[in-house]
């Protein structure tokens, strides 16, 4: 079993950068790859960005490209998202997932773990 844990999220004005990360407790050594999804009111949950655990290779939705930013410290089982220029579509709750197979993925039934979710608020 992997535990993960979010961290991050709050408040902050349009056009600022926020930092989240997750931290992974457990069976850390069965992850083959970390992501990040969203979720706003009244809509579904939607890929942000993955991150292989061992590679570090990078894949990102479209919507986010250029201002996301997925990194991994192995060392400390943690997985961050940079997120600059945020937008008032931003808002929304961010989770972590961990899944134990290889390979970037974008869909949340191919991740395994999921954690609790931060909530991430831009105001205009």
């Known amino acids: 079993q992997v535990q993960l844990e979010e961290s991050g999220g709050g408040l902050v004005q349009a056009g600022g950068s926020m930092r989240l990360s997750c931290a992974a407790f457990?069976?850390?050594?069965?992850?083959?790859?970390m992501g990040w999804f969203r979720q706003a009111p009244g809509k579904e949950r939607e890929f942000v960005a993955a991150?292989?655990?061992?590679?570090?290779?990078?894949y990102y939705a479209d919507s986010v490209k250029g201002r996301f930013t997925i990194s991994r410290d192995n060392a400390k089982n943690t997985v961050n998202l940079q997120i600059d220029s945020l937008k008032p579509e931003d808002t929304a709750v961010y989770y972590c997932?961990?899944?134990?197979?290889?390979?970037?993925?974008?869909?949340?039934?191919?991740?395994?773990?999921w954690g609790q979710g931060t909530q991430v608020t831009v105001s205009s």
């Open positions: 997932a961990a899944r134990q197979g290889y390979g970037l993925r974008a869909r949340t039934s191919e991740y395994d773990y």
């Open positions: 457990g069976r850390t050594v069965s992850i083959g790859g």
């Open positions: 991150i292989r655990w061992s590679a570090g290779t990078t």
